[in-house]
């Protein structure tokens, strides 16, 4: 294995087929707590930190996913919180006590679900909060790293991580350290998570779609917001939600 455009290339495709074909079956159950959710008028808020969040991002708001989702963030402490910009930093997903609030400043209901994603599944915040929405009596999907999330020591003063809480675990494949291509001296490239994470995350909206389909309902999904008629077409979709979710942060 060489550091290569090539090999990382190789890499990428070996570890989404190996994810496509383990997480079938759990991708299908996730799909089937959230689409009974969506039934109940329930809203997906999407959640992580770190280069997580981006799942969040291929969950809510955009082309072709499903209306009814809500991504959480840490700047919401800031943005819909009040809290000082300075509070941000690499260390605050380590901190249990913000998921507290993150919760109670989310527009959430009784019938929502939640999808949590965290390659390490360890940090204090994402721990705190799986261990709330649980708490709360939601359903919780969780995506992370298995193999990443065994060596791994939990941050989170219970000694549990974010699998330990979750109804449903997607295992995004990625390996320990999440780079893939060795560097001669130490160190690798070439993380995966996000990419695995992706795909995840765009098969469960799909299947989830899928089931409303098969029940003869109309899936509340988005066009692009750059195509004709795109805006007009979201907008009256989110209307119906309005207040639970929130775009554009």
Known sequence: MTVSAEDYLAVVTETIGRVSASQREAV???????????????????FGTGH??????????????????NRIALRDLVL???????????????????????????PVRPSDVFVVASNSGVNGAIVEFAALVKERGHGLVAITSAQH?????????????????????????????????????GGAVGAVSSITAALLAQQLTVEVVARLLAAGERPPVYLSANIAGGDEHNNGLEA????????GS
Do not use: C
């Not at 299908?28 to 809203?43: I, N, P």
């Not at 997580?52 to 989702?69: D, F, K, N, Y």
């Not at 119906?240 to 775009?247: D, L, Q, T, V």
């Open 149 to 185: 999330s065994a060596r791994m020591t939990s941050r989170h003063p219970s000694g549990r991580k974010l699998a330990d809480f979750a109804d449903v675990v997607l295992d995004n494949g990625a390996p320990y350290g999440d780079a893939t291509l060795p560097v001669p001296g």
């Open 80 to 106: 819909h919180g009040g809290a000082p910009a300075d509070v941000l930093g690499p260390l605050l997903e380590r901190d249990p006590a913000v998921a507290h609030r993150l919760y109670e400043l989310a």
């Open 52 to 69: 997580s969040e981006a799942l969040a991002m291929e969950i809510a708001g955009r082309a072709g996913g499903l209306v009814p989702t």
């Open 28 to 46: 299908g159950r996730a799909a089937d707590l959230v689409a009974d959710a969506l039934r109940a008028d329930g809203v997906v808020h999407a």
């Open 240 to 247: 119906r939600y309005a207040g639970r979710i929130r775009r």
